[in-house]
């Protein structure tokens, strides 16, 4: 199962026309490769998505099946019946309106030995970011309490650093544990620090095992630069900055101080266009974290080149992959 899940940067739309139409292709393709192969994919929508995928080409596809709405599927599996429910990311008070959506689903009615819950949602006890911020009783969280028995694990999407949750915060044991792939690639600088990769998983009507495949991520660098350098030394130490990252870095740069006016240019996005290759991401940022510039510097470059997983898993598996992008 491929769980697009998906805070797809490049799915950032709700139509499917012209250029992000395109673009949304090249993320989708790998996904649509394991569907050719025979592998079923499993799609979870998220928030940016907004329910929905922008691109008909691979939502038709006869293999691939997306949570447009709480609903379940069943596939056969080496003989056994699987039942996976699921429903699209869901915006209003997911924590007031959990239990009813997954009823809505209708997972009770499939009789099969193994089922799963497919979600983009937070819950009780995920953490992210360096302090290790931990969700607990906001409305866009869900109650660890409120996971139905019934189901052998839940995987979501949303959450970007990997992590398994099986205890409450009061350390009482879930229902069922729920599973984050994570990310597979590095969105903030926040992440510095987390490996990404996905989840294989694999299933028996009596246990649910999983392991962590790490994939490579993109190099992040932080860089500083001083604005009363000058203009030229500005555009120097720029070029030199972009000439001495990986050439597919998140390259971050903080600017200490205000610019003269003059600089500007050598800060500007066609500036770091010209010289960056198109592989690297570069933001400029003022010394107190705002980006500069706002549109003109920010994120000269949002083309993100991160490698997708395009070789199937074997169909004794089921293979989870988390948010891709930011």
């Avoid at 012209?18 to 673009?23: E, H, I, M, Y």
């Avoid at 007031?96 to 819950?123: K, Q």
Wanted: with cysteine; glycine share 10%; net charge positive.
């Amino acid at each position: 199962m491929e769980d697009t899940g998906t805070d797809y940067l490049l799915m950032n739309s709700r139509r499917s026309t012209g250029r992000r139409a395109s673009l949304a292709w090249q993320a989708l393709e790998p996904l649509a490769k394991i569907a050719d192969a025979g592998i079923p994919v499993f799609v979870v929508p998220g928030n940016h998505e907004r329910s929905q995928l922008p691109h008909r080409r691979f939502a038709e596809h006869a293999r691939v099946h997306i949570f447009d709405r709480p609903r379940t599927y069943a596939i056969e599996v080496r003989g056994q019946r699987m039942a996976l429910a699921g429903f699209p990311y869901e915006r209003r008070d997911i924590r007031t309106r959990f239990v009813d959506i997954v009823e809505r689903t209708g997972w009770r009615t499939e009789h099969a030995p193994m089922r799963l819950l497919c979600m983009h949602h937070s819950v009780e006890g995920a953490t992210v970011g360096p302090g290790n911020f931990t969700f607990t009783t906001a409305s866009d969280v869900i109650r660890a309490a409120d996971i139905p028995r019934g189901f052998g694990a839940v995987l979501s999407g949303h959450i970007h650093r990997h992590q398994a949750l099986t205890r409450d915060l009061r350390g009482r044991p879930l229902a069922a544990p729920v599973l984050y792939p994570g990310s597979i690639q590095k969105t903030s600088f926040a992440e510095t620090g987390e490996g990404k990769g996905f989840l294989l998983l694999d299933l028996s009507p009596d246990e649910v095992r999983w392991s962590f495949m790490d994939l490579p991520s993109r190099p992040m660098v932080t860089r500083d630069l001083n604005a009363g350098d000058g203009t030229r030394s500005i555009a120097s130490k720029l070029g030199q900055m972009v000439a001495e990252a990986p050439a597919d870095a998140i390259l971050r740069i903080r600017v200490a101080g205000t610019p003269d006016p003059s600089a500007w240019r050598a800060l500007s996005a066609a500036r770091i266009r010209s010289i960056a290759p198109s592989t690297m991401t570069v933001e400029v940022r003022a010394g107190d974290g705002s980006v500069f510039g706002r549109r003109p510097l920010a994120r000269a470059n949002r083309r993100h080149t991160g490698r997708a997983v395009t070789t199937p898993p074997p169909s004794a598996q089921l293979g989870l992959g988390g948010d891709i992008g930011g």
